[in-house]
């Protein structure tokens, strides 16, 4: 695929955050209450993680070495409610309010650098475009646990691109994160995009994965398992990666459940 530039990047960025403020935007005290697929979270705690992480990108973009020391602080805790920050001491629409102020100040912070400048991140160092990418991504998803608890369709518009993208290109990741070895077997990849569009990665090969494009990155997102999308994956090293994929940095989690079991 064409890697999108920097500036059309940062303005999906902005659309994909104004997608979903306009779904948090009046929400009343109940509707902040319900529980999302995320087991243990509700709609306030999955805002909460969003903004908690919309502040640590700003801390990464501002003074790295901080956001490191931040990290490896967090890296070290057991306890998984630190990455909720206080958001279940606030209300929901002082959440709401946090994650808006925090995500703007973090596309403040990307405007002012180039697309190649270093940010580091939990995997690693990424460069300022891979890290917008990711912060596309992470909303996405988010929104999406957020749309399936208040009973409203999936996001799909060509900002999925990027999504996709990340899906694709975190392969390799999502063995390291298990302890191991990538397998290297060459998978073609060949979506639709919302529009009718053909996004490929990678030239035909037998291994292959295909379908629309709003399933992959349900998959690649672990908001889906494989099996309750039209997504077809043909070949053993397809397979394999379908069933650990994960665009998303830190430890490695599973497919949801299937919804028939």
Known sequence: MTSP???GLLADVAAENAALDAILVGLDPDAWATPTPALGWD???SVAHLAFSEDLAQLALRDPTAYIERRDALLTADDDTLILGDGRHRSGSDVGAWWREASAA???GLAALGPRDRVPWFAGSLSAMSFATARLMETWAHGQDIRDALGLAAEVSPRLLHVADLGVRSRRFAYEARGREPNTTPVFVELTGPDGARWTW????????RGPAVDFCLVVTQRIHPADTDLVVDGDAAAEWIGIAQAFAGSPTEQRPRRSD
């Open 43 to 45: 709609v306030r705690d």
């Open 202 to 209: 990678g030239d035909p090969a037998d291994d292959t994965v």
């Open 5 to 7: 530039d920097y500036h």
């Open 106 to 108: 973090t596309l403040a």
